[in-house]
């Protein structure tokens, strides 16, 4: 696989989600969960970037994941509502995945070996809210871990934009 845009994923509604819409356009894309202690930070990051950079095409999909410590263990309907309605989240929450093991989602296979995690250099995701960033061509270009700030991730971005 040479790009994102290669791979399938679903909506929080379960239905086809196609990430050919953003062709053309940098992305963040977040495994995320509700009740974890970087949950504040980490969808306060997500949604400061979108809000800054969304009218030059840029978004974040999140997707929600329960592999760590059980910390996300609402539906997809629900993590939707509690992001929307505690830090007013407009960008796309997709369906619910694993991203580490025998069922991880192929498109987080792609991104993990696409991008290895900056400290340890391994491809196992370790927590919750680890980011990717891709360019415009839909290839993974760097890796962020949970506690990720905006200063951290936006200059990185905006070379992208």
């Known amino acids: ?84 309605t505690r830090f007013s989240a407009e960008f796309p929450i997709l369906e619910k995945v694993e991203v580490n093991g025998d069922n991880a989602v192929p498109l987080y296979k792609y991104l993990k070996a696409a991008q290895k995690d900056p400290q340890s250099g391994e491809e196992a995701i370790k927590w919750n809210f680890n980011s990717f960033l891709i360019n415009k061509e839909g290839v993974p270009v760097a890796r962020f871990l949970s506690g990720a700030t905006v200063d951290q991730i936006e200059p990185a971005l905006k070379a992208l934009l």
Do not use: W
């Open 1 to 84: 696989m040479s790009s994102i845009y290669e791979f399938q994923v679903n909506g929080a509604d379960h239905k086809p989600y196609d990430l050919n819409q953003h062709k053309g356009h940098p992305l963040l894309i977040y495994n995320v969960a509700s009740r974890c202690g970087y949950t504040k930070s980490g969808y306060e990051t997500a949604t400061a970037l979108y809000n800054k950079y969304k009218d030059q095409g840029f978004t974040v999909l999140a997707f929600p994941c329960n592999q760590f410590g059980a910390q996300e263990p609402g539906t997809e309907e629900e993590v939707k509502e509690f992001v929307c």
